[in-house]
């Protein structure tokens, strides 16, 4: 990449070894001498060194390069050829020659394969193919790819600038954005001197929403693009537009029209020979620069061809991913979305003349030839969203409309006749959802909801693969057994329900609760299965059910809570069971006699969920007192009291040690609370790691994928949250149209 420091790092090498050549040539590429004239140039000057008169001229270039390895056999000498880019052909891939310089490829090969006692040293932001295939690392000829500076090394370029206020996070932000370009990094100390009296936290909001661009290096960076292939310029878009490391097979899906495989895998060779591509495992990635410059020229583009009504780019590449992410698809909005419709706004003036252009724009795409196989419409109906426009009676039969996210959007009598809507994202059906369990494999999750209906989905991709359809009232509790072939839920119809996911249908219901069913449990080996009730028509003390799963029998009632009973959990070998309710304690009992083998009551209100550590020596339990406990079982001491949240914790669960790799010894567990807030929290120390805010009102309840990383919540505001537990970041919003529960403060008012 340009700007990195080739030359200079030439110059500064040349300095240091000059004692262990004869003689050092140093000659720039820049302006495009013939190879007759460089190769003339240097016979010349190494004879010159060796006192030879050269009466006979070679005449042709064999010649001429027999000559010079002569020279460089008979003297060590050390040749530096600066900028060898210069040379090379735009618009076809990386490292192939302009036809009138195709024999520096000759003889850069000659000197790579006939012994001799000197060194040539290039430069250049491409490698060139004879250098590809000479080049090993225990071979005469190499090649080092030059990194940008880090903090340290390059702390210099801002205190010689004058900023005085060198902090080392802003530091480490700048030099992870501009990965080190001494270039950048040099025209940004300008800038924050004369911008903000050399304050580096200034910049540095700035620096992170794209909004410092360099002249220079916009202008080093566009050359380089205009040198690419068509097929190398799709690649670099399409990596700005994911903004995430992107797999071949993910970039051979998106393109259109399609690529042949052999010619992606070419032109991903040749971008990582031009050095604008980064490898991380098997996917690529732009450094933040290129990507900052591949996404402004793409803004810049399309909002010509919208007002040209000259249809190119946005044909070819969807300003968002309607299946991304929640974090990339944001980042999508902010930094592709957003600027066209900010420059669509600048010109047209804000609603109602830009919604009327972009909707025209719908008109033109029904005549063009283009429109069945295109992101064009889809790209429309996005930035129609983002002007706030009314999508109502909006005809858009018979459009491919891909990668339209219209999800929470009003499209009431719209008309989608004839549509191809892949891979767009609408609202669903969801009401507010109760429940939400993991499979054992992680590979799907169910959700439980107030419409009595319950969901399962694909993890991957986040497709719904069916709906359960049974209850008469809200499903409140779901939960997968072992073996991930059954799937038992409850609800406020005071009924168990237990499917079998793979024909999709109950096999069993179990009666026998006479209130309404909210939590349940099953033991490690499948069979017997854990009920509870939290509300009863006429008797007081509520009792936990043990089912057999196989017959529906019920085996055993638990009697000794006083009042509701909200949680039970069986432990990991399924010898006890802990059972939590509103008479503020927390039972253990014997799952195989019955016994109730431990009572503790610390807690200051009713305690509403239980969960087992991994070996069983754990427990914590989460309360309407807004706190979280952690016990240890043997002892029954409350060993820690965990402190953060504003309002009643409704679910806790432990996390899997592959959620935080760098740290798997310790227990991690997550929270979930009325406050709208998932936290998580690192058991032996009571820290808390990480707040997860998303949700717009309160959450129900929380499951961690089991060896995985994503953690789901379900709340009241008819959304499903899925997190990556890694980064923090929403993976993805699960959205429906319903209201939320409307509840009054002390009790639940189901259906019925």
């Given amino acids: 990449m340009g700007g990195i420091g080739k030359t200079t790092l030439s110059i500064k090498l040349g300095q240091q070894v000059k004692h262990q050549f004869d003689c050092i040539v140093w000659r720039s590429l820049r302006h495009g001498p013939t190879i007759e004239t460089l190769i003339s140039?240097?016979?010349?000057?190494?004879?010159?060194?060796?006192?030879?008169?050269?009466?006979?001229?070679?005449?042709?270039?064999?010649?001429?390069?027999?000559?010079?390895?002569?020279?460089?056999?008979?003297?060590?000498?050390?040749?530096?050829?600066?900028?060898?880019?210069?040379?090379?052909?735009?618009?076809?891939?990386?490292?192939?020659?302009?036809?009138?310089?195709?024999?520096?490829?000759?003889?850069l090969q000659s000197i790579g394969e006939i012994a001799h006692q000197s060194c040539v040293l290039l430069t250049s932001r491409e490698k060139t193919r004879e250098i590809a295939l000479l080049e090993g690392q225990t071979l005469p000829v190499r090649?080092?790819?030059?990194?940008?500076?880090?903090p340290q090394e390059g702390q210099d370029i801002f205190t010689s600038k004058g900023c005085a206020n060198t902090d080392p996070d802003a530091l480490d932000i700048i030099f992870e954005h501009y990965a080190g370009n001494p270039l950048a990094l040099k025209m940004l100390a300008s800038s924050v001197q004369e911008l903000a009296a050399g304050n580096l936290l200034e910049i540095i909001p700035y620096l992170q929403?794209?909004?410092?661009?360099?002249?220079?290096?916009?202008?080093l960076l566009e050359s380089q693009f205009e040198r690419l292939t068509a097929v190398e310029q799709q690649i670099l878009y399409w990596l700005a537009i994911n903004r995430d490391p992107t797999s071949l097979s993910e970039l051979a899906a998106d393109i259109i029209p399609n690529t042949l495989p052999a010619l992606l895998l070419d032109a991903?060779?040749?971008?990582?020979?031009?050095?604008?591509?980064?490898?991380?495992?098997?996917?690529?990635?732009?450094?933040?620069?290129?990507?900052?410059?591949?996404?402004?020229?793409?803004?810049?583009?399309?909002?010509?061809?919208?007002?040209?009504?000259?249809?190119?780019?946005?044909?070819?590449?969807?300003?968002?991913?309607?299946?991304?992410?929640?974090?990339?698809?944001?980042?999508?909005?902010?930094?592709?979305l957003r600027p066209i419709v900010e420059t669509l706004t600048l010109q047209l003036g804000h609603n109602p003349t830009a919604e009327t252009h972009l909707k025209s724009m719908l008109v033109l795409l029904k005549q063009d030839h283009h429109s069945q196989a295109s992101y064009a419409a889809g790209n429309v109906l996005n930035l129609l969203c983002e002007v706030r426009a009314d999508l109502t009676h909006l005809d858009c039969s018979y459009l491919a409309i891909w990668q339209a996210y219209l999800v929470g959007v009003n499209l009431q009598y719209a008309n989608f006749t004839g549509s191809d809507l892949s891979k767009s994202s609408f609202s669903s059906t969801l009401s507010a959802s109760l429940s939400v369990a993991f499979s054992p494999d992680g590979q799907i999750f169910a959700i439980g909801s107030a419409d009595r209906i319950i969901r399962i989905y694909r993890t991957q991709g986040f497709q719904e693969l069916m709906t359960l359809e049974g209850h008469s009232n809200w499903?409140?509790?779901?939960?997968?057994?072992?073996?991930?072939?059954t799937l038992a839920s409850t609800s406020f119809d005071r009924s168990i329900k237990l499917w079998n996911l793979s024909k999709g249908n109950c096999e069993r219901t179990l009666l026998g609760h006479t209130g309404w069913v909210w939590s349940v449990s099953f033991s490690p080996d499948g069979n017997t299965l854990a009920s509870c009730?939290?509300?009863?028509?006429?008797?007081?003390?509520?009792?936990?059910?043990?089912?057999?799963?196989?017959?529906?029998?019920?085996?055993?009632?638990?009697?000794?809570?006083?009042?509701?009973?909200?949680?039970?959990?069986?432990?990991?070998?399924?010898?006890?069971?802990a059972s939590c309710g509103d008479d503020l304690s927390i039972r253990l009992w014997n799952s195989?006699?019955?016994?109730?083998?431990?009572?503790?009551?610390?807690?200051?209100?009713?305690?509403?969920?239980?969960?087992?550590?991994?070996?069983?020596?754990?427990?914590?339990?989460?309360?309407?007192?807004?706190?979280?406990?952690?016990?240890?079982?043997s002892s029954g001491r409350c060993?820690?009291?965990?402190?953060?949240?504003?309002?009643?914790?409704?679910?806790?669960?432990?996390?899997?040690?592959?959620?935080?790799?760098?740290?798997?010894?310790?227990?991690?567990?997550?929270?979930?609370?009325?406050?709208?807030?998932?936290?998580?929290?690192?058991?032996?120390?009571?820290?808390?790691?990480?707040?997860?805010?998303?949700?717009?009102?309160?959450?129900?309840?929380?499951?961690?994928?089991?060896?995985?990383?994503?953690?789901?919540?379900?709340?009241?505001?008819?959304?499903?949250?899925?997190?990556?537990?890694?980064?923090?970041?929403?993976?993805?919003?699960?959205?429906?149209?319903?209201?939320?529960?409307?509840?009054?403060?002390?009790?639940?008012?189901p259906i019925g």
């Avoid at 009713?606 to 991994?614: D, E, I, K, N, Y």
């Fill in 268 to 336: 991903i060779q040749s971008l990582g020979r031009r050095c604008l591509v980064e490898r991380i495992a098997h996917k690529l990635y732009l450094q933040a620069v290129v990507m900052e410059f591949v996404t402004h020229r793409l803004t810049q583009t399309v909002s010509a061809e919208l007002f040209s009504q000259n249809f190119n780019l946005l044909h070819q590449y969807p300003l968002l991913k309607a299946e991304s992410q929640d974090y990339i698809r944001q980042a999508q909005v902010q930094f592709i």
């Fill in 143 to 150: 090649s080092l790819q030059i990194s940008g500076l880090n």
């Fill in 592 to 633: 195989q006699t019955g016994e109730n083998i431990a009572i503790w009551e610390p807690h200051q209100n009713w305690v509403r969920s239980v969960a087992f550590s991994p070996d069983g020596q754990i427990l914590v339990s989460g309360s309407h007192d807004g706190t979280v406990r952690v016990w240890d079982v």
């Fill in 209 to 219: 929403q794209g909004l410092l661009q360099f002249q220079n290096i916009n202008a």
């Fill in 475 to 485: 499903v409140c509790c779901v939960m997968f057994s072992p073996d991930g072939q």
């Fill in 41 to 107: 140039d240097l016979i010349h000057t190494l004879s010159d060194r060796a006192d030879d008169i050269d009466t006979d001229a070679p005449t042709t270039l064999k010649d001429s390069v027999a000559r010079l390895i002569h020279y460089l056999r008979r003297s060590r000498c050390l040749i530096v050829l600066d900028n060898l880019e210069s040379l090379l052909q735009s618009g076809i891939q990386a490292g192939s020659y302009s036809p009138e310089y195709e024999g520096y490829g000759y003889v």
């Fill in 533 to 577: 009730q939290t509300l009863a028509s006429s008797q007081p003390d509520q009792n936990i059910r043990l089912w057999d799963v196989n017959t529906g029998e019920c085996l055993r009632i638990l009697k000794g809570h006083i009042g509701w009973v909200w949680g039970v959990a069986f432990s990991p070998d399924g010898s006890k069971l």
């Fill in 639 to 749: 060993q820690r009291i965990l402190k953060g949240h504003r309002h009643l914790i409704s679910s806790v669960v432990f996390l899997s040690a592959n959620s935080h790799p760098e740290t798997a010894d310790e227990l991690w567990i997550a929270s979930a609370s009325n406050d709208q807030m998932v936290r998580i929290w690192n058991v032996k120390t009571g820290q808390c790691l990480r707040v997860l805010q998303g949700h717009t009102s309160s959450i129900w309840s929380i499951s961690a994928q089991p060896q995985g990383h994503i953690l789901a919540s379900a709340a009241n505001d008819c959304t499903v949250q899925l997190w990556d537990l890694q980064t923090g970041q929403s993976l993805r919003t699960l959205q429906g149209y319903a209201a939320g529960i409307k509840r009054r403060p002390t009790f639940l008012r």
